[in-house]
């Protein structure tokens, strides 16, 4: 093995079922249920598992979604702001952090 | 069946998978002509399979169209679908529509919506809106940067202004009878947005932000040939393509494509299944005939050549 990632792995996804094939049916019944039409569409739910795709730093995921939204009619605009939400909340995230951060200073501090 | 092409890179050849899949692919009643004016474009699109621009001087001759409007006489096809290339660069396409208008109830133009800004482009869409003929646009996509991606700079801002203009022409009003329909090719190696969603898009982003309307919206896998064919090649997606096409055939797709039903004619009088073929090089009946010599239209059950080209066609949705 030359890389712990190979983008061939990623068509293997469903071999994923041997040895512990109830849970993986379970699994992918599920994702495919949650990915069809509801209340949001295709297009917008492959916006949003790309977005979270960056958040959780899955190169597959990134690879898998970044062509879903091309076929599901996004663009690169779209796409891109996508990634800024997950990036704009990830940063949110440790910024607001700081405001236990300076409870904690203040209380300790003269 | 006839075949070119034996499946490349390893993927199973579009005649082995109609076989797996106990299909053939015959012609059904002919129904439809397709005419291809030639090769000359305003345009260098990225994914044109007929590798069509402005350095191509291969467009139909007077006596070519004769023929093309002697053969609608005779056989009074339900449309006739005019294609290029540019249509409007035609010398004599004036007389090429006006004749055909009179011989079948739907005739259908293509066009890149450019040339219709240039030249007799004006002219040309005041005669469109006088033969009724349906208008069948190219638009990759509601923004620019995709658009010219796909059809080179400044294209996104002509082709706005010819949709504008088409529509105070009265073409691709709400409840208006003068048909405008767009065509979405991706621009790049992937399939295609699902139709109804697509134009769902489509609607929205034009209306609301370009005041533009139209009736309906067609999305089509690009076909491996031509120029699309050397963007794959040069981009290393060519196995790749070619295997998600072939992964997606869907077999219900077979009994409504398009090829079935319909006779291409190409600039030089040269019959072929369809425009696919025509740029692979494929001849109707595998061998060439001509237009101007077609003393019957093609029994039902005629088989249709075939190629790797054809996966296309018959990936999702599929191309009817």
Not at chain 2, 208 to 216: C, S
Not at chain 2, 229 to 253: H, I
Not at chain 2, 280 to 287: F, K, L, M, Q, T
Request: charged share 20%.
């Amino acid at each position: 093995m030359e890389t712990y990632y190979d983008p061939a792995d990623l068509a293997k996804f469903a071999e994923i079922g041997k040895d512990a094939p109830e849970l993986a049916g379970k699994f992918f019944d599920y994702y495919a249920a949650v990915f069809a039409e509801g209340e949001l569409t295709e297009r917008e739910k492959a916006l949003i598992a790309l977005a979270v795709a960056h958040t959780v730093q899955c190169p597959y995921c990134i690879d898998a979604y970044t062509r879903a939204c091309l076929e599901k009619g996004s663009h690169l605009g779209e796409m891109t702001e996508a990634v800024h939400v997950a990036t704009a909340i990830r940063g949110g995230a440790s910024l607001v952090h700081g405001l236990q951060m300076r409870k904690i200073a203040e209380k300790l501090s003269l | 069946m006839m075949e070119i092409g034996q499946g490349e890179f390893g993927i199973e050849s579009f005649r082995e998978t109609l076989q797996r899949h106990e299909l053939r692919l015959c012609r059904d009643r002919t129904s439809a002509l397709q005419v291809n004016v030639g090769l000359k474009c305003d345009l260098t699109c990225g994914h044109c399979h007929l590798e069509c621009g402005p350095h191509r001087d291969e467009t139909m001759d007077g006596a070519t169209m004769e023929a093309v409007i002697d053969c609608a006489r005779r056989f009074r096809f339900d449309s006739i679908d005019v294609t290029g290339g540019a249509p409007e660069l035609v010398p004599g396409i004036e007389r090429l529509i006006t004749a055909l208008a009179a011989l079948t109830p739907r005739l259908i133009v293509r066009s890149n919506l450019v040339a219709l800004n240039e030249g007799r482009g004006a002219e040309l869409s005041e005669l469109y809106r006088d033969l009724k003929a349906v208008l069948v646009a190219s638009l990759p996509a509601t923004n620019s940067s995709q658009t010219e991606a796909q059809r080179g700079a400044g294209v996104w801002e002509r082709s706005m202004q010819a949709l504008r203009r088409l529509n105070g022409l009265g073409y691709g009003l709400p409840g208006g009878t003068l048909q405008l329909d767009l065509v979405s090719n991706p621009v790049g190696a992937f399939l295609p947005a699902p139709q109804r969603q697509a134009e769902k898009k489509f609607r929205s982003d034009l209306q609301r932000k370009h005041g533009i309307t139209f009736h309906g919206l067609y999305t089509f896998a690009n076909v491996p040939l031509g120029r699309f064919r050397s963007f794959l090649e040069r981009s290393g997606n060519l196995q790749g393509y070619l295997e998600k096409l072939a992964a997606g055939f869907n077999p219900c797709t077979v009994q409504g494509l398009m090829c079935r039903s319909q006779l291409s004619v190409d600039w030089r009088g040269r019959l072929h299944d369809c425009d696919f073929n025509l740029a692979a090089g494929i001849a109707y009946g595998g061998e060439a005939a001509l237009l101007s010599e077609l003393a019957e239209l093609p029994e039902p059950g005629t088989p249709v050549a075939v190629g790797d080209h054809c996966y296309a066609c018959t990936v999702g949705s599929g191309f009817t």
